[in-house]
C-alpha cells in the first residue's frame, strides 16, 4: 500500500491545477482497540487497523465530497469530487483565507496506548468487573473501554501541507441494581489524550459506583418544583456544552432565520460574572489540537464575555457566509466525513466563591451532581442528574433519586448567581452531530448556582 506521507509529498503544491475554487485532501491511518463487558461476562477483545482518505471540492458554491479505502489513483478521487461540486454548485463560493501552514505534531510514548497490550487492559478491566460484582443488589453492569491512535494529513490547494497524530482513551461503566420493583442505575465515564495511566488505579470509584446504584433504592424521590440548585463541575460543563455550546455552532445559525436574531452578538445573556470559553489550545484535553481538518490554527473564543455573547465556532465557509473570521472549529471524525463546525473544549470560566460559601444561605435547595443523558431543541434543555442531595440551612443533607432539570437556556444563564473556584474538566464521554459521534471533547465548569431552577420530581 502507498504511504501516506509520500502520497501527501506528491500532491502538494499540484491541487491548484485543478479548476476549483478550493480543494482539500484527507489522509488517514488509524489503529485502536476495544474491550467491553456485559454483566459478569467478557463481550469483545478486539484490536483493528484503518486507513483510507478524503476529497473534497468547492466550485461555485458547490461541494463534492469523495471518500476512498484505497491510497491508489488519488488522481481520480480529485476529478470525482471537483465534477460533483461543478454540478452542485450555482452561486459563488464563500470559503474564508486563512494562511498556509506546514507543520507535524506527534504524541510522545506516555501518550501511547499502544504501548500497553491487550491482554494488560483487559487484566485492569477484569479487576474493574469484580469489584462491581462484589457489591451485592446489582441487576447488571458495563464496562466499555476503547482507545486509538489517529495519523491524519491535510494537504490543501492553499498549499498547506499539515501532518497531525493523536491519541484517545475512554473508559465507561456502568451498573444497575434492582430491588423491591424498584430499579436504579449510576455510572462513570472518564478519558484522556491517549494515558492509559488515567483509567488505571480506579477500583476505589468503581465500587463506589456500584454501591451508589444499590443506595438509590432506597433514597427518596425530590418534589418537584422551582429550587435554588447547585450544579457540580461534570453536570454544569454538560449543560454548558449541550445547552449552549451547539446553539454557538455556526452553521447552526447562518441556516437558521430564527436563531440568528436571537444569537447576535452583544445580546446580554448573563451577568457580568459570566464567561463561556471553547478553547483547542489547552494542553493535554481531549478536544485540543494544533490545526483544525480544514488547516486552521486551533485557537481560544470567547462565547459569552462578561455576561454578553461576544463570539461563536466557525469553519472557513460559515465564517465567510456570515462576515467573521474563521475559529479553528472545523472537524471530523474520520475520513468518511466532512468536517463541519464542532465544539473543542468547552467551559464557565472560574470565579472566586468557594462550594461552602455558594450554599451558606440556601435554606432548601439541591446539589445535583453528574448526569446520564438530556435533550435541547433550540433553546429548550432537560437534562437527568446521575445523582442528587437536598440541601438545608447551609448543608449537604440526604441522598435523593436523580432529578430532572428543565429550561430556557437563557433564562437559565441569567439566573447563575454565583460560580465557583473550582474548574474541573470532564474527560470522558463524545460529541454526536451530522452522524458523526463520538468526536473527542472536554467540557466543563466550577460549581454554579442557579436561582429558579425547574426540578421534576414526584
Excluded at 161 to 175: F, G, M, P, S
Aim: hydrophobic letters at 35%.
Amino acid at each position: 500500500m502507498p504511504n501516506i506521507d509520500a502520497i501527501a509529498e506528491h500532491l502538494s503544491g499540484k491541487l491548484k491545477a485543478y479548476r476549483a475554487d478550493h480543494i482539500e485532501v484527507h489522509l488517514e491511518e488509524a489503529e485502536a482497540s476495544a474491550i467491553s463487558y456485559r454483566g459478569r461476562e467478557l463481550e469483545t477483545a478486539t484490536r483493528s487497523r484503518d486507513a483510507g482518505g478524503n476529497v473534497r471540492a468547492l466550485v461555485n458554491g458547490g461541494w463534492g465530497f469523495v471518500t476512498f479505502n484505497s491510497l491508489e489513483k488519488i488522481e481520480k478521487r480529485i476529478e470525482q469530487a471537483v465534477t460533483q461540486a461543478r454540478l452542485a454548485g450555482k452561486g459563488k463560493s464563500e470559503f474564508a483565507p486563512v494562511a498556509k501552514a506546514s507543520a507535524e505534531v506527534n504524541i510522545d510514548a506516555k501518550h501511547d496506548p499502544r504501548r500497553v497490550s491487550l491482554s494488560d487492559k483487559k487484566a485492569i478491566l477484569d479487576e474493574y468487573n469484580q469489584a462491581l460484582w462484589a457489591v451485592s443488589s446489582l441487576q447488571t453492569t458495563t464496562i466499555g473501554y476503547g482507545d486509538s491512535v489517529r495519523r491524519y494529513i491535510l494537504v490543501n490547494s492553499d498549499g498547506s501541507l499539515i501532518k497531525q497524530e493523536r491519541a484517545d482513551v475512554t473508559l465507561r461503566v456502568n451498573a444497575v441494581a434492582a430491588g423491591n420493583g424498584e430499579v436504579q442505575q449510576s455510572g462513570i465515564s472518564m478519558g484522556s489524550r491517549g494515558d492509559f495511566n488515567e483509567i488505571k488505579n480506579l477500583h476505589g470509584k468503581v465500587t463506589e459506583t456500584a454501591e451508589r446504584a444499590v443506595g438509590l433504592l432506597k433514597a427518596p424521590q425530590a418534589k418537584g418544583g422551582e429550587y435554588t440548585v447547585v450544579l457540580d463541575p461534570v453536570l454544569a460543563g454538560v449543560f454548558v456544552h449541550e445547552a449552549f455550546g451547539h446553539l454557538s455552532e455556526a452553521d447552526h445559525i447562518y441556516e437558521n432565520p430564527q436563531l440568528k436574531e436571537v444569537m447576535v452578538l452583544g445580546r446580554e445573556f448573563g451577568g457580568p460574572h459570566l464567561n463561556i470559553i471553547d478553547d483547542a489550545t489547552i494542553d493535554n484535553l481531549r478536544g485540543t489540537y494544533a490545526y483544525d481538518d480544514e488547516g486552521t490554527p486551533a485557537q481560544r473564543v470567547h462565547l459569552i464575555r462578561e455576561g454578553r455573547l461576544t463570539g461563536r465556532l466557525h469553519s472557513r465557509e460559515t465564517a465567510a457566509k456570515m462576515g467573521e473570521k474563521p475559529s479553528g472549529n472545523a472537524r471530523a471524525i474520520s475520513f468518511r466525513h466532512p468536517p463541519i463546525v464542532r465544539m473543542a473544549n468547552t467551559f464557565i470560566e472560574p470565579r472566586d466563591v468557594s462550594f461552602d460559601s455558594m450554599i451558606a444561605d440556601i435554606k432548601e435547595g439541591i446539589y445535583a451532581r453528574n448526569w446520564y443523558g438530556g435533550t435541547t431543541s433550540m433553546e429548550m434543555f432537560t437534562f437527568s442528574a446521575g445523582e442528587a442531595f437536598m440541601i438545608r440551612n447551609g448543608k449537604v443533607e440526604e441522598l435523593l433519586r436523580p432529578v430532572v432539570l428543565s429550561g430556557n437556556v437563557f433564562e437559565t444563564l441569567k439566573r447563575i448567581d454565583a460560580i465557583g473556584n473550582d474548574l474541573d474538566m470532564n474527560q470522558g464521554g463524545g460529541c454526536g452531530k451530522g452522524g458523526q459521534s463520538p468526536l473527542p471533547v472536554s467540557n466543563g465548569s466550577p460549581h454554579i448556582r442557579i436561582q429558579k431552577c425547574l426540578v421534576g420530581g414526584r
